[in-house]
């Protein structure tokens, strides 16, 4: 069967696995296994000089398995159906979101580099940029949605390192805030930095557009980075993350990724492989219940303001990037209730359908407070510079009945 121009939805049920290797199954085996069996030294000595860099493939060939911490049937399997969505050369996947940011962060930045980083980010990316970076000689300079390419170039030289300038890290949208940075303009920006010793590379976490709404790789970026806890294994039942991008790039990530010992393991590997085969059909519903939720949001009285891509408005530069760079406005919501913490703890304590949990892009709406919890460790002036005040509310949109959950909103609200 030719799959070429077939789209990933298509094939999350059977690529990159053959069941006349595993008695005929249909469904991939669960590869509990520490080790493999190779057939003669020879190639045990081939598979090894590879798995560790030593040398690169001859044509047509492919790593074998050696060991489970390098490399597993669960993990190839669902590594390459990963990758299928954003059209990327190879994929790594993690056993936390967080160990993707901090592998692809340890490698491509050493002490004396400079980060260029768009803000906000994540709380745990946060932390990571300001509280360990700094211990070991890397700084970071940050920037916002409203900055041009001019200002940013400006900012990165007034740090008197711009020859240091190694990564370029952007999380768009941004969480909690919904600001979309322009992925091209960020690309140019590292190619105006990068030189015949050293290229910038650019890496976009995209873990609120999931691998269906956005592919940074087809508009400028080096990688691409998920927290896979959310969309892709989409039933607050794992942790995971993931990196795919570029051949150059990914053999980097996952040559450290077998040093740090950071994989995910075979078990979960295979509730992701599960999740990936509805993982379209659960966006798809998700994106339609959000774009109702905003709606309702954005008239209600006690509601002061809707940070939704589904509202930018037409003409605006912002809509402009949205257009360019997504396909869909996303599950992910942000609003500011009238009032302050004690109005946005009381709407989110009358919750009832909806659960009051951090994370994201499960099957299950969930509702949570930034500034009082993923976002807390920030610097107090630095939230408040964001836009992550005491009064804002984020939402995960799940699957739900959508006239369910826009009654339980209302509920809460009133």
Known sequence: MNTKNMQPESLMMSYGYKPELSEGAVKVPIFNTSTF?????????????????LRNKNEGEELGLIYSRINNPNLEIL????GLWDK????????S????????????????????????????????????????????????????????????NKTGKQDRLKLVYLETPANPTNDIIDIKMCSEVATHFSTDEHKTYVAVDNTYMGPLWSHPLQIGADMVLYSATKYIGGHSDLIAGAVSGH??????????????GTMASPNTCWLMLRSLETLKIRMDQQTKNAQEVAKFLDSHPHVEKV???????EGTPEYAVYKKQYTAPGAMISFTIKGGEHEA??????????????????????AQHPAAMTHID?????RKKMGITDNLVRLSIGVENIDDLVSDISQALD
């Open 307 to 313: 940070f939704y891509l589904g509202l930018l408005k």
């Open 247 to 260: 051949a150059e790039a990914m053999q980097r990530v996952k040559i450290l990724r077998t040093f740090l």
């Open 37 to 53: 069996v190779f057939k003669t030294a020879e190639e045990g000595k081939a598979q090894f000089e590879l798995a560790y860099g």
């Open 88 to 95: 990327a050369d190879d994929c790594a996947v993690f056993e």
């Open 345 to 366: 703890f009381a709407f989110l304590n009358k919750l009832e359908l909806m659960k009051l949990a951090v994370s994201l892009g499960s099957t299950e709406s969930l």
């Open 378 to 382: 920030v610097d107090p002036e630095s």
């Open 79 to 82: 590594e390459n159906r990963l």
């Open 97 to 156: 979101g967080m160990s993707a940011i901090s592998t692809v962060l340890l490698e491509f930045l050493k002490p004396g580099d400079l980060l260029l980083y768009s803000s906000p980010t994540y709380g745990g990316t946060d932390h990571f940029i300001h509280h360990f970076l700094p211990t070991i000689g890397v700084e970071g300079v940050g920037f916002d949605a409203h900055d041009s390419k001019e200002a940013i170039i400006e900012l990165v």
